[in-house]
């Protein structure tokens, strides 16, 4: 029997409107979910949707609408998205579907029966946007007064009621417990150390009815029909009514638990706390990975309304295309850590990897066979020494990239590619293949072009999770219908004589940005600017004053070692080695400009700086850089991530001395 896989997505807002953060989560389990499919695994990934709560019966009033027309409705935004996306989920649950309220109805009768839901009165602040109540303490005083949501930071109501109450308390030991047994339970560590924090509280017990007369859209409570369920008791419950619990055991032993449950950082208590005493409660053993993502902001900013339209999901992939999109959500930030999503850095990042190194190998290989060779797929040649290397660097990467992928490390993993990709270019540039047509040594010139085919059918295999149709594209140019894992890393693995198709280039090179994203982000700058002009400036926040003693102090006669000029840049271009490298032609006023490579390509494009007036250390002894000479430093501010350039505020000669 197949290994099986299962993997969840949390169920979303409804009413929300789909953005970056649902996008993050739903491709990187369709990433793992692709992956473990090519290694011929039965996997089932659930995603959905959250229907039921306050929120959206306001939304479904405000709109003239019954609250269940409303979902129906707005369910389409996010099936619609994940079809653009290519999100191959197997299941999508929606918490009104009559499979997940039947199930939920039955466990709440179960703990009811067994007493582990009970009644009692109850009071404290209630917040509707969080549809939660806080406590005393918790709650936050507004500027007149008003009591305060601490998470929205909208007001609370003080209510009175009676509800039904979930045993949570009991639990708390056992998920205590579970915690401590399973480290791999809760990643990353961050999050682990943060519920063990937590779990050294005590644990209380759970609300999880809410009554009809102040609520009445919700699944309704099964003893007691003046209450619904509380959301998040409802929601949790998805991942099990989907596969089976309550009308399907073998479905669901053979699902359940569930290998990975992916959610965002905000969402763990939830996920812990309130989901592992549940399972307990119904005897059945938590997933064996929770893993919170961190937080996006955007452009250096919390994703608000208006900046949100920066990132629209629909606006990106019209702008990009979805494999695009994917990528560079997957490479740009580590999964457990936060991240800024800006479209500067998505251009570099695009250029960097998918243009220059994953397309232009491409590209290379495809044109070059039709040119020398005929279009077809050639013989290999015996291996020489740089062969075996080659292939050594690869097998070690297909196995890190195979890794990285199972840890759901994605930054990794990509890495991994876009180390195939750089050494089948330097490959390349190496065995001078058009050197070798000139000679006439066809039978090496086809081992070399075979070998950096093979590369592309491997780089273009591992690109299936991540860029679907781009790898699809890729393989069907070099004659490979389905991909497959069998002998990947192995540079043998084309058919001899199979026809080549040249084409377009896969990733074209992103000159500059596309122009609705340059309009949606000029529009943006210029609502800020409007918005914040009428205020009065904020007073800075003074920046605490660095004590002299933490200063190596040096004499005057030390400070004069150091020679700083004025340089212009007159150009500029990636590093061929290193994506974190520039390599710029500086002129310090010495008629010949100076190669300078700096660490700035993660700041800087190159279009950006030439013509800019910059500080040059001259007298710095020169230093190789990933091969290159540079011959001086550039000064800039930010030590380890440079956040900008030392410039000079006027034009100055090049070569000026600088004190
Ligand atoms: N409906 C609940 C989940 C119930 S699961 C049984 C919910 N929904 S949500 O739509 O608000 O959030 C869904 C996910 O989106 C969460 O994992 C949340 O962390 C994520 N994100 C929302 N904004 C985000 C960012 N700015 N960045 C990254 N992800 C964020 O919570």
């Keep these: 029997m197949a290994d099986t896989f299962y993997i969840t997505t949390p169920l979303y807002y409804v009413n929300d409107a789909p953005h970056i953060g649902h996008m993050y989560t739903t491709v990187a389990a369709d990433v793992i979910s692709r992956w473990r499919r090519l290694k011929g695994h039965d996997v089932h990934f659930l995603t959905g949707t959250d229907e039921h709560g306050q929120k959206v019966l306001r939304a479904a009033e405000a709109r003239g609408l019954t609250a269940q027309a409303h979902v129906d409705e707005l369910v389409q935004r996010f099936v619609a998205l994940w079809d653009r996306l290519d999100i191959t989920c197997d299941d999508f649950i929606r918490t009104t579907e009559e499979r997940h309220v039947g199930v939920v109805q039955q466990v709440l009768t179960e703990l009811y029966e067994r007493g582990d839901i009970y009644k009692e009165s109850y009071s404290g602040w209630y917040s509707t946007s969080e549809e939660r109540f806080w406590t005393e303490k918790d709650v936050v005083e507004g500027e007149d007064g008003t009591k305060l949501c601490p998470a929205s930071m909208k007001p609370v109501e003080w209510i009175e009621e009676e509800n039904y109450f979930f045993k949570m308390s009991d639990y708390a ?24 924090g937590a779990l050294k509280k005590e644990v209380g017990d759970l609300c999880v009815t809410r009554p009809k007369t102040r609520l009445p859209w919700g699944i309704e409570v099964p003893f007691d029909n003046d209450y619904v369920t509380y959301v998040w008791f409802d929601a949790l419950l998805n991942y099990v009514s989907a596969v089976g619990l309550k009308s399907d055991p073998d479905e669901l032993s053979k699902r359940w638990p569930a290998d990975y449950q992916l959610l965002g950082k905000d969402i763990l208590t939830t996920h812990t706390i309130y989901w592992g005493c549940m399972l307990f409660a119904m005897g059945l053993e938590p997933a064996k990975c929770l893993y919170a993502h961190g937080w996006w902001t955007v452009e250096g900013r919390k994703m608000g309304k208006s900046l949100g339209n920066v ?19 997957m490479g740009e930030k580590s999964f457990g850590g936060d991240g800024d999503f800006s479209h500067r850095s998505f251009q570099l990042r695009y250029n960097a990897d998918l243009a220059d190194k994953i397309g232009n190998l491409a590209h290379r290989a495809l044109s070059m066979t039709q040119k020398w060779l005929g279009g077809r797929v050639p013989a290999l040649d015996a291996n020489r020494a740089e062969d075996d290397t080659l292939q050594a660097e690869v097998s070690a990467a297909v196995a890190d990239f195979d890794a990285a992928v199972e840890a759901v490390q994605y930054k990794v993993a990509l890495e991994a590619l876009v180390r ?84 377009e280039p896969l990733f074209p090179r992103m000159q500059e940005l596309p122009e609705t994203i340059a309009a949606a982000l ?39 070692k150091v020679q700083l000029r004025t340089g212009r840049v007159v150009s500029a271009e990636g590093h061929p080695n290193a994506d974190r490298l520039l390599l710029l032609k500086v002129d310090v006023g010495e008629g010949e400009p100076r190669t300078v490579v700096a660490g700035i390509a993660q700041r800087y494009a190159p279009d950006d700086l030439v013509g800019k007036d910059v500080v040059v250390v001259v007298n710095l002894k020169p230093a190789k850089l990933r091969g290159i000479l540079s011959e001086g430093m550039l000064l800039a501010a930010g030590g380890g991530t440079v956040v900008a350039l030392a410039t000079t ?8 001395v600088v004190r």
């Design 522 to 560: 000029s529009a943006v700058e210029g609502e800020t600017r409007t918005k914040t002009a009428p205020k009065k400036p904020k007073k800075p926040k003074k920046p605490k004053k660095p004590k002299k003693e933490q200063y190596d102090m040096i004499e005057f006669d030390d400070f004069t």
């Design 173 to 196: 030991d056992q998920l205590r417990a579970h915690l401590e047994a399973n480290p791999d339970w809760v990643r990353p560590q961050a999050r682990r150390n943060e519920l063990i």
């Design 420 to 503: 195939i990709a750089r050494a089948g270019n330097e490959y390349v540039q190496a065995q001078e293949p058009w050197a070798l047509n000139r000679k006439g040594e066809t039978e090496r010139l086809a081992g070399v072009m075979r070998r950096t085919l093979e590369l592309c059918r491997i780089t273009g295999t591992l690109l299936a999770p991540f860029c679907p149709r781009k790898s699809s594209e890729l393989l069907a140019r070099l004659g490979v219908e389905e991909p497959g894992l069998a002998g990947l890393e192995r540079l043998d693995g084309l058919v001899e004589g199979t026809e080549l198709t040249h084409g």
């Design 311 to 329: 990132v629209d999901p629909h606006l990106l992939i019209d702008a990009y295309g979805s494999d695009s999109v994917r990528y560079v959500l």
């Design 649 to 656: 505020s006027e034009p100055v000669d090049p070569g000026t």
